[in-house]
């Protein structure tokens, strides 16, 4: 949008939208902390620059962190205005696939807790499992989740996570990180004898390990039927880019 249509669209805006286009303003206006991976196929300097300015806009009038629906949203417009074909696939509760960038298939994640690990990442919702009820002995869990981990994993080709980590008074704190699929899918090697026993709330938990170590912990979570990831080493992941951007001063809410 040239200036000029711009200085039009303002006229007809009363006072209270004019207050927060001049917010917004102000906003992208505001110095950020900018750090890309040169070897990055995704966050280039075009993705970069439109998903920074939406972080801008988002914290010109919220403290919140991006959830999930605004990283989704963000990431395929950055992708547009990067020059590439972007979509949201169409049911919201699709298990898969996100969004889907040039023919590829994006799960999109997000984490923000207040507990978050600078070390290693937590996937609080992998996927829903409503199959764990159904599951008593180690055994059942192993026949149960194996096949149907790496059958969700066939549903998407890339796996990214937006972190989001206070930085200090009103900053917030931003990393793209990119989870190997081949990383994920080492659970393929685990057995009954992985498994433990069947806990108080109906689940179980396995450990999955490649050839330097620990890979993740694998979750089944039993009180709300949901598969999470945790101690997911970031060193495993690759680091697409990063942004640290001001949030609304907290007397200004």
């Known amino acids: 949008m040239t200036l000029e249509r711009l200085v039009t669209q303002a006229q007809f805006l009363d006072s209270a939208q004019l207050e927060m286009l ?26 970069s620059d ?12 919220s403290e919140e962190k991006f959830k999930k629906a605004s990283f989704e949203y963000a990431f395929i417009a950055a992708a547009r205005y990067a020059g590439l074909s972007a979509h949201k ?6 298990q898969g696939a996100d ?32 199959w764990i009820r159904d599951c008593e ?14 059958a969700h994993l066939d549903e998407y080709d890339r796996i990214a996570t937006l972190r989001a980590f206070s930085a200090g008074p009103e900053r917030v704190h931003y990393e793209l990180v990119e989870i190997p699929k ?17 806990t108080k709330n109906g689940g179980s938990s396995a450990l999955v ?19 999470t990831l945790s101690r997911l080493p970031v060193k495993h992941c690759w680091s697409h880019a990063s942004w640290t951007v001001p949030t609304i001063p907290e007397d200004e809410e």
Request: proline letters at 3%; hydrophobic letters at 40%; aromatic letters at 8%.
């Open 89 to 94: 696939t169409k049911s919201q509760t699709f």
């Open 137 to 150: 002995t180690p055994g059942d869990f192993a026949r149960e989740c194996v096949p149907r981990f790496l």
């Open 99 to 130: 969004a889907v960038v040039d023919g590829v298939r994006w799960s999109l994640k997000t984490e923000a807790s207040a507990s978050i690990s600078r070390a290693s990442i937590v996937v609080s919702k992998f996927s829903e499992a409503r």
């Open 50 to 61: 439109y998903f920074l300015n939406r972080l801008k806009i988002h914290h010109a009038t």
């Open 22 to 47: 001049e917010e917004m303003a102000q906003a992208l206006q505001q110095p950020c902390e900018v750090r890309l991976h040169p070897n990055s196929d995704l966050a280039g300097g075009a993705f």
């Open 209 to 227: 390990r490649d050839a330097s170590g620990l890979a993740f912990k694998l979750v089944l979570d039993g009180s709300v039927e949901k598969v």
């Open 182 to 198: 081949e990383l994920l899918m080492r659970a393929a090697d685990l057995t009954e004898g992985d498994f433990t026993a069947r």
